[in-house]
Protein backbone atom coordinates (compact mmCIF):
# COMPACT_ATOMS: atom_id res chain seq x y z
CA UNK A 1 0.00 0.00 0.00
CA UNK A 2 1.12 3.54 -0.92
CA UNK A 3 1.14 6.60 1.99
CA UNK A 4 -0.26 9.43 1.27
CA UNK A 5 1.45 12.49 3.25
CA UNK A 6 -0.62 15.52 3.75
CA UNK A 7 1.25 18.28 3.60
CA UNK A 8 0.63 21.39 2.13
CA UNK A 9 2.45 20.68 -1.32
CA UNK A 10 1.15 17.77 -1.65
CA UNK A 11 -1.75 19.38 -1.31
CA UNK A 12 -1.48 21.74 -3.83
CA UNK A 13 -0.41 19.34 -6.01
CA UNK A 14 -3.39 17.55 -5.86
CA UNK A 15 -5.73 21.08 -6.05
CA UNK A 16 -3.33 21.24 -9.95
CA UNK A 17 -3.82 17.91 -10.38
CA UNK A 18 -7.95 18.18 -10.18
CA UNK A 19 -8.06 21.23 -12.07
CA UNK A 20 -5.94 21.27 -14.80
CA UNK A 21 -6.33 18.66 -17.32
CA UNK A 22 -3.78 18.66 -19.87
CA UNK A 23 -4.56 17.98 -23.91
CA UNK A 24 -3.54 15.65 -26.41
CA UNK A 25 0.27 14.58 -25.36
CA UNK A 26 1.04 17.49 -22.99
CA UNK A 27 2.17 16.86 -19.52
CA UNK A 28 2.13 19.40 -16.47
CA UNK A 29 5.21 18.74 -14.50
CA UNK A 30 6.61 20.48 -11.12
CA UNK A 31 10.36 21.09 -10.83
CA UNK A 32 12.01 19.18 -8.11
CA UNK A 33 13.18 21.70 -5.67
CA UNK A 34 16.73 22.21 -5.40
CA UNK A 35 19.10 22.07 -2.01
CA UNK A 36 19.64 24.99 -0.69
CA UNK A 37 21.27 23.78 2.91
CA UNK A 38 23.69 21.29 3.07
CA UNK A 39 23.75 20.15 7.04
CA UNK A 40 24.68 23.57 8.55
CA UNK A 41 25.76 25.56 5.55
CA UNK A 42 23.33 27.59 3.07
CA UNK A 43 23.88 27.59 -0.77
CA UNK A 44 23.83 30.84 -2.53
CA UNK A 45 21.18 30.95 -5.16
CA UNK A 46 23.66 32.38 -7.63
CA UNK A 47 26.07 28.76 -6.80
CA UNK A 48 22.83 26.22 -7.43
CA UNK A 49 22.44 24.36 -10.77
CA UNK A 50 18.98 24.54 -12.54
CA UNK A 51 17.46 21.24 -11.96
CA UNK A 52 16.74 19.26 -15.03
CA UNK A 53 14.20 16.99 -12.62
CA UNK A 54 10.32 17.32 -12.26
CA UNK A 55 7.19 14.87 -10.67
CA UNK A 56 4.79 14.19 -13.36
CA UNK A 57 1.31 15.83 -12.05
CA UNK A 58 -1.31 15.31 -14.44
CA UNK A 59 -1.62 13.95 -18.45
CA UNK A 60 -3.40 14.36 -21.26
CA UNK A 61 -5.23 10.86 -23.12
CA UNK A 62 -2.61 11.37 -25.54
CA UNK A 63 -1.91 12.18 -29.57
CA UNK A 64 -3.49 10.65 -32.20
CA UNK A 65 -1.61 8.85 -35.04
CA UNK A 66 -2.98 9.01 -38.64
CA UNK A 67 -5.59 6.78 -38.55
CA UNK A 68 -6.98 9.08 -35.50
CA UNK A 69 -6.48 6.54 -33.23
CA UNK A 70 -5.35 7.57 -29.44
CA UNK A 71 -1.17 6.61 -29.05
CA UNK A 72 -1.70 6.42 -24.79
CA UNK A 73 1.47 7.92 -23.12
CA UNK A 74 4.46 6.73 -21.80
CA UNK A 75 4.50 8.92 -18.59
CA UNK A 76 1.77 8.55 -16.11
CA UNK A 77 1.54 10.79 -12.84
CA UNK A 78 3.73 10.27 -10.20
CA UNK A 79 6.68 9.36 -12.57
CA UNK A 80 10.04 11.53 -11.86
CA UNK A 81 11.51 12.67 -15.15
CA UNK A 82 14.37 13.96 -16.57
CA UNK A 83 13.31 17.51 -18.13
CA UNK A 84 14.76 20.03 -20.88
CA UNK A 85 17.14 22.34 -20.29
CA UNK A 86 14.82 25.06 -22.48
CA UNK A 87 11.09 24.59 -23.84
CA UNK A 88 7.70 23.82 -22.06
CA UNK A 89 5.14 26.43 -21.44
CA UNK A 90 4.73 28.23 -17.39
CA UNK A 91 1.85 27.80 -15.43
CA UNK A 92 0.83 28.82 -12.18
CA UNK A 93 -1.62 27.34 -10.54
CA UNK A 94 -2.38 28.39 -6.74
CA UNK A 95 0.96 30.31 -6.35
CA UNK A 96 2.96 26.97 -7.28
CA UNK A 97 4.94 27.01 -10.71
CA UNK A 98 4.37 23.87 -12.59
CA UNK A 99 5.22 23.60 -16.63
CA UNK A 100 3.56 22.03 -19.16
CA UNK A 101 5.41 19.81 -21.50
CA UNK A 102 4.76 17.68 -24.87
CA UNK A 103 5.70 14.29 -23.97
CA UNK A 104 7.64 13.91 -26.92
CA UNK A 105 10.42 16.75 -25.17
CA UNK A 106 10.62 15.18 -22.10
CA UNK A 107 14.26 13.12 -21.78
CA UNK A 108 13.65 10.62 -20.41
CA UNK A 109 11.95 8.70 -16.79
CA UNK A 110 14.12 7.98 -13.74
CA UNK A 111 14.03 4.92 -11.75
CA UNK A 112 14.19 5.23 -7.98
Sequence with gaps: PRVHS??????????AAARLKPLFDRVLV?????????G???????AMAKISEGHVVAT?????NQAGDTMPLTVK???????????G??????KVEY???REAELLGVLSE
Excluded: H, N
Aim: aromatic share 6%; no cysteine; hydrophobic share 35%.
Design 6 to 15: TSLGDMAVAS
Design 30 to 38: QRVDAIKKI
Design 40 to 46: SVYIPDS
Design 60 to 64: GPGGR
Design 77 to 87: PGDKVLLPEYG
Design 89 to 94: DKIELD
Design 99 to 101: IMY
